[in-house]
């Protein structure tokens, strides 16, 4: 076993809110194992003086497409999967660069990708993945074009998701996730931007549909997490024990209302939208998907301070594609004049593992948690810039107790 003590830390309580001055933090074989305002005893491998500077736990992007390494996802499902992961390389790389540790995958990645980040083949965040996403024919993940009766690639490449209906086949669907290591299961629970037959404002899955998939999810103790845009969508969800809702921009008050009473999450995902809007079409999107995005951009503004206003849980998404990845910190920027600092950070924190239930696992600097922790410069409870600028504040990132930069 190896250990890393780090002394004269500013440590962020992430769950209350504020700085513990001058503390002493004990990593031990990957898992953080004493955090004190005293001297700790015994020796250990590396001490790192923190200097005063600012120590909290690695950020957590609950909303990522990591193989995503084109917007055009029909051109994706066609590509070679050595390929595509190749690629993700990249990515993943950078993403950790960011301060991000966790990531949750939100269709596309699977237990190879995510075993090679565990095993040190590949550099990047932890992956949760949900394998391929969930959709009816026609639905969400359904990439083929009203004109195209064939499909030229295969639902078990590189694409983010899989075709399926009726309850037996959502069923049996929901299972070979599982039995492949989903640590989530992602349903497409109502039309988007990037799929090409479906409308925005439609319900996909029947509610028996939808009863089974959790059903399976909660079988296997994973959660599940549904991408929905209108009230009309989420509203079916929450009651029938979905935990996450992604997007979300069209909701209602009467959403709000469920979120809390279900203890439901909400994941809004507003850089991408942004992102979408002023590079889309240059970043390979098709011209008319990318209109699709005006239907929602400006509504997710509107969302986001309805759910603050009514005291709904939310996580840190980005939902970003190709190498509109870049712009990863920017929802930090799009929610700042809404949500207060310390719960944006909770949103990025310690919400993500409250919500895959694995609370006490990660976004914490507390005894048991993962070694998972970044040093910022500055505080960022004072101004959350602080975490949109990594090359300029982030002295040190470390995963599982290993360091990936440190310039301490």
Known sequence: MTTTR?????????????????????????????????????????????????????????????TAITPNFALLETLSPFYVGAKSSELLEAMLMRGFTTVRDAGGADYGLAKAVDEGALVGPRIMYAGNA???????????????QTFEGCFCCAGLGRVCDGVSEVRRAARDEIRKGATQIKIMASGGVSSPTDRIDSTQFSLEEIDAIVEEATAANIHTMAHAYTARAI??????????????????????RLFLEYDAYLT???????????????????EHLQRKVYDVLDAGGKALEMAQRHGV????????LGRMQRHQLNEFNLRKDVVPTD?????????????YGHTGDFGEIIPGARG??????????DDINVLTQPDEQLMLIMKGGVAYKNVL
Request: proline share 4%; charged share 25%.
């Open 235 to 256: 509203n079916r969800l929450i009651p029938r024990g979905v935990k996450t809702i992604e997007h979300g921009n069209l909701m209602d008050e009467e959403s709000c």
């Open 6 to 66: 780090f002394i004269n830390a500013n440590v962020i309580d992430t769950r209350n809110g504020k700085v513990l001055a001058n503390q002493q933090v004990r990593i031990q074989d990957g898992r953080i194992v004493d955090v004190s305002d005293s001297p700790l005893e015994g020796s250990d491998d590396q001490v790192i003086d923190i200097q005063g500077h600012f120590l909290m736990p690695g950020l957590v992007d609950s909303h990522v497409h990591v």
């Open 268 to 286: 809004p995902t507003l850089c991408t939208y942004d992102a979408l809007a002023k590079e889309g079409v240059e970043a390979g999107m098709a």
């Open 372 to 381: 998972d922790v970044i040093v910022l410069k500055d505080n960022p409870l």
């Open 313 to 320: 849980k939310m996580l840190y998404g980005s939902d970003l």
């Open 134 to 148: 969930l959709s009816q024919t026609g639905g969400h993940a359904d990439m083929r074009g009203p004109g195209q």
């Open 343 to 355: 719960e944006l950070i909770r949103a990025a924190t310690s919400h993500a593992a409250d919500a």
